[in-house]
């Protein structure tokens, strides 16, 4: 399955565990780091241009039945 994994920079100890489960992902995967430290919802809130690259992401990744 494809995986995108986004995260700020300065989110410990999430920025860490994101470059693990990156580094551990097997087929389509994507690692994404922002400037800051949000995290969560908050990370949507502070880089609002994120909603359009998932949407993009889901779009490309969309399979047809």
Do not use: C, M, Y
Not at 13 to 37: C, E, M, W, Y
Not at 42 to 61: C, F, M, R, T, Y
């Amino acid at each position: 399955r494809a995986l995108l994994i986004l995260t700020s920079a300065d989110d410990d100890p999430s920025a860490i565990d994101s470059t693990v489960l990156d580094n551990a992902a097997q087929g389509a995967h994507h690692l994404q780091r922002f400037d800051g430290k949000a995290h969560g919802l908050a990370l949507l809130a502070a880089h609002p241009e994120i909603s359009g690259q998932i949407v993009d992401w889901l779009s490309a990744k969309r399979t047809t039945p």
